[in-house]
Structures are given as C-alpha cells and as structure tokens.
C-alpha cells in the first residue's frame, strides 16, 4: 500500500524497494542508466547481467511502451557496478509523476551517484539532424510550468532539500568529457548539445507548437528525462543526459513529414552502437571527474 497519497512513495517503501533489489542481486551499483524510447540495447553492453523483470519488483511500476522492455539490467560496465533502466516509464502511460520517477529514489538508496539518461527526441533546431546526438545541457519543464512537478506535495529532507537548484541541473564536468570523448571517438560531426523541452505527450506537437517551441530557442522536444533529473537531483545524484534526434519537428503546413513512433524506433537501431560507444566510454572514464 502507499502511504501519504495514492501517487507518492515514502521513503519507507523506496527504501523496502531498494532492500529488495539489493536481495537479489550482488551488483552495488554507482552508477544507473536510463534507455530511452529504441535504445534498449544499451543494456546489452552490461557484463555478466543479471536481469530483474519490473513485474516481480515489488510496487513497480510497469513498462507499457513499445521499445521499453520492463527490465532492470545490473551487471558490470567498464568494469563499473551499474543497473540500467531497461525501459522508462512516461506520464502519458497514466502514471502520477512521482511513480515514473520511483526508480531515482530507489537507486540513490542503493548507492548510485551518477545517473545517465538518454531519450529518443524530435529537433527544432534547424542545424541538426536525424541521427545527431544531443547532450543536454539545459531543460524546460512544460508540466512543471503549470504544476505538475514531480516534487510536488509533502517535502521528506532525508532526501533533499524542499526547494532544489535546478541550474546546474546536467553535470557541466560530464558534458565536457562526453564532447572529448566524442571528439575521440570522432562523433564530433553530430555530437551536438543544446536545450530540451519535456511535453506531456503521448501526442506529438502540432505545427504551431514546433514554432513556438523554435521560437523559445528549443532544439529538442521529447516526453521524459526531465522528471527524473529533477527527482535524481533533488537527492544529490549527478547527472548527464543524451537525446538521439530520431526525428524532425515539422514547422511547414506544406510538409508531407508526420512524426511517429516507427521512425523513432528505427533511428535508435542505426545509432544503437554509437550510442553504446559513447556511454561506455564515458563511464570508463567517471573517476576522473569525481571521486568516485
Ligand atoms: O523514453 P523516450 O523519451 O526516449 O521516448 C520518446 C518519447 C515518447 O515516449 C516516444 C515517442 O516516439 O519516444
């Protein structure tokens, strides 16, 4: 049963969720990945796995979205503890706010001090594209603008404080690293970085809210991430987060171009192993850049 709301966990079930993973698997992971929409093979780069389904965890939510398989991966990565989020829940799935941030908590409980998110996101930015790989280093919070924040209701300090900072929101240190390892790696062409803004979905913008969103000086726009940092902050996780441009926001009346979901899908195929590439070389090299 939850307690304080229908929509909130307490620390107390966090805490029984995270002594529950911990239970059954030996990984002590520092470390947790999130795969976005199509990019569920990044779990593949996880060593000697072992693999808990979302239905057995006890007060899990579960993934209802075709390319989020409903699976924590832990397992060892650059020879790093990790657990990676083998599908992200959505608000749109009809779960409050609090519940498809859940996993946050229950990952600082266990340990974890970096988070890696990525997402699959349509560009606004005119100079990106399909393909390109965004670090994000900043976000607008559309539900969040109008309330709905994951934040919202009773403040437990044991997790964080009542009112986080949210302008250092993506580790600055870890976007230098990806874009020298990017450069490395030579992704440089279509590493890129920029702001992303989180919309409810599960529809996708109209015409005239891509060029509003272009106007605000958007470059990508999605429907997850955002929750989850502000979740993974307020508890002092650090945290780093990627968006694959899987598609073009259509700005012209004339266009024939329609988003959806087979194309997002199909764009995380193609860039599946750049992707893995990019995030394993990262993690290899987290110590340098804390003291972890
Ligand atoms: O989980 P992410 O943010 O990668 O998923 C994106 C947003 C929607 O869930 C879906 C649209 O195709 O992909």
Redesign the pocket.
Known sequence: MLSNSAHSYSYEECKTISDWLLAHTEVRPLVAIVC??G?GKLAEMIKDPVILKYKDIPNFPQST?QG?AGQLVFGTLQGKHCVCMQG?F?LYEGYSIQKITLPMRVFKLMGVHTVILT??AGSLNPGYRVGDIMVIKDHINMPGLSGNNPLVGPNDDRFGTRFPCMSDAYDRKLRQLAQEVGAELGFSDFLKEGVYFVLG?PSFETIAECRMLHMLGVDAV????VHEVIVARHCGMRCFALSLISNEAVMEYTSQEKAN?EE?LETGRVRAGQMEELVSTIVSRLEEYSAC
């Open positions: 976005g929409s990019l979205v989020h992200r959505h997402n699959a979905g999605g429907m997850s991430t979901h997002v």
